[in-house]
């Protein structure tokens, strides 16, 4: 590896844990400005013109505050997991592709950190290793609520990476390949979303239970579950699990954004191949918001209902898709390309057998009472 | 190749280290922590032998489901701390015993075989690719891939029967 391949990688990777970072700060304010619009209030407008230095001084506020480890607790552990939370969420992004081959000053340099033949599944790995943080963080604190909340969200983590890996799986079918670039390139004609529409809502649900978001906001239940992991947390260590949660809330919607909506590629970005990170912006940007509407709009679902949904219907729904997903293309390889469309025909009735489903539980419940 | 080969040693002194903090820790959930770091490292050696996707399986895999069911099985039996005082008194003898009979055989192994290219020094580059497994799984390998996944739906299903409600169904 010569000199400057490994500046341009080192530069890579600053620059993206910089740009994640900086999105972490300003996605908090983004977050509770949308919501605050949602449910017709102002949200933070003091600190700044229009509130866009309120992330400046939540960080120095949290910085100031006083760091609390209670005193039984197993220090080291609880040390170490906000920072085991944080670093996959940061990791998780480096085999993103962010745009094309650009040209700065003579050199050819690809927008992505590591474009490796295996990128998907890296992105599984790392998701996994993630789990580590919540399950410790509770454990460490040596308190029983701290450590059922994190059993709690655990179990819920790895419950829905099922359904996420398996939605993987779909995407992997279609492109033929596991490498992100080669996933973006295939999607050069038509957005994978297209193809596959349940397969991405499935991906985006499993995400948010896999962020313990939105509905499945188990560790923000301090009214009836007592929070969770994070409840012996204060000051830095508290927003380091914070700051995790929202870096990869960023993380994971450039991933939705690779995966199901064409990645950097947008009109004109073969000539003006600058435009990639431009476009993944404006992608990133929209499904934040996704998410941040479901928070505003849906109750927080009740634990056992979650964990039913997560494997009575997500993970048979996902099965599906990936059959489905493999007969459409084993049809148009035989018959012709026009047998794809099979495959958005079948996973939308798959997608309404399984809200079918759901309302049928619904209904039983109803009655039992 | 001298950057592999000290890539190696300070990962082989980690795995080696790791394994041996899994063995002495007094507390079950620091053990479980130390075999974490464990796979991770093998995982890193898979990457040097140029099979990436053999490693990121087992960081996914072992690193990151089994040892988190084991964690939630440590935690929630709350058996965390081990007694002082060893409950079986025939084990530490056996394990003496079996320890040595393993490296008598892996001394033998080595020893003999060498030569014949048990340690090799060419990375798997053709056969650590992602097509590589999978067409290896799908034609050579089928049969036993079929019967691992029948045994993984049979111990599946045998896990629900196990802990399922009884009260309800009334048939399980």
């Known amino acids: ?369 | 190749m001298t950057t592999d080969l000290i890539l190696f040693l300070i990962l082989a002194a980690v795995a080696i280290a790791t394994a041996v903090g899994m063995l002495l820790s007094r507390n079950a959930v620091y053990s479980a922590l130390f075999l974490v770091l464990n796979f991770t490292t093998v995982a890193v050696f898979y990457l040097l032998l140029g099979a990436p996707f053999i490693a990121i399986t087992q960081v996914t895999v072992y690193a990151g489901a089994i040892m988190v069911l084991f964690l939630f099985v440590i935690m929630l039996l709350g058996s965390e701390k081990l007694p002082e005082r060893t409950v079986l008194p025939w084990q530490k003898p056996t394990a003496v015993f079996l320890a040595f009979v393993l490296m008598v055989e892996g001394a033998y192994l080595i020893f003999t075989q060498t030569a014949s290219g048990i340690i090799t020094n060419n990375p798997v580059e053709s056969t650590g690719s992602p097509q590589a497994i999978g067409e290896l799984l799908f034609s050579e390998y089928l049969l036993p891939f079929e019967v691992t996944s029948i045994l993984l739906l049979v111990a599946m299903v045998g896990a629900i029967v196990l802990t399922g409600d009884r009260k309800k169904g009334g048939q399980s």
């Open chain 1, 1 to 369: 590896m010569d000199s400057a391949l490994f500046w341009e990688m080192v530069i890579k990777a600053l620059i993206l844990i910089l740009v994640l970072l900086t999105g972490f700060a300003y996605l908090t304010y983004y977050e509770r400005r949308g919501l605050a619009r949602i449910q017709s209030r102002v949200g933070p407008n003091r600190a700044g013109p229009a509130g866009l230095l309120q992330p400046v001084a939540d960080a120095v506020k949290l910085i100031f505050k006083e760091e609390f480890i209670p005193g039984k607790a197993y220090k080291l552990v609880f040390i170490l997991a906000p920072i085991i939370t944080v670093v996959p969420a940061i990791l998780i992004t480096a085999t993103v592709p962010w745009g094309g081959v650009v040209n700065i000053g003579g050199r050819e340099v690809m927008l992505s950190i590591a474009d490796v033949n295996v990128g998907v599944l890296y992105i599984m790995s790392v998701a996994s290793i993630a789990v580590y943080g919540v399950v410790l963080g509770g454990w460490a604190s040596n308190n029983k609520y701290a450590m059922m909340g994190g059993l709690r969200s655990t179990a819920q983590m790895v419950s829905y990476e099922l359904a996420l890996g398996l939605s993987f799986v779909g995407v992997i079918l279609l492109a033929n390949s596991m490498r992100m670039s080669e996933i973006v390139e295939a999607q050069r004609n038509l957005w994978f979303v297209v193809i596959q529409p349940v397969g991405a809502i499935v991906f985006f649900f499993a995400t948010l239970a896999e962020l313990n978001r939105g509905p499945f906001d188990m560790p923000e239940a301090e009214q009836e579950l007592s929070a969770g992991y994070n409840v012996e947390y204060s000051g830095m260590k508290f927003a380091l699990f914070f700051m995790a949660e929202y870096t990869k809330m960023v993380s994971i919607s450039a991933i939705i954004a690779t995966l199901f909506f064409g990645g950097f590629r947008g009109p004109w970005v073969d000539a003006v191949p600058g435009l990639g990170p431009l476009y993944m912006f404006i992608k990133i940007f929209l499904i934040l918001f996704l998410m941040i509407w479901v928070r505003a709009s849906w109750p927080r679902i009740r634990y056992d209902r979650l964990m039913d949904f997560g494997w009575k219907i997500m993970l048979p729904l996902s099965l599906a898709l990936v059959f489905i997903s493999a007969i459409g293309i084993l049809f148009a390889e035989l018959y012709g390309d026009m047998w794809m469309w099979l495959v958005p025909i079948l996973s939308i009735v798959a997608g309404a057998i399984a809200v079918h489903t759901i309302n049928l539980s619904l209904r039983r419940k109803a009655n039992a009472r």
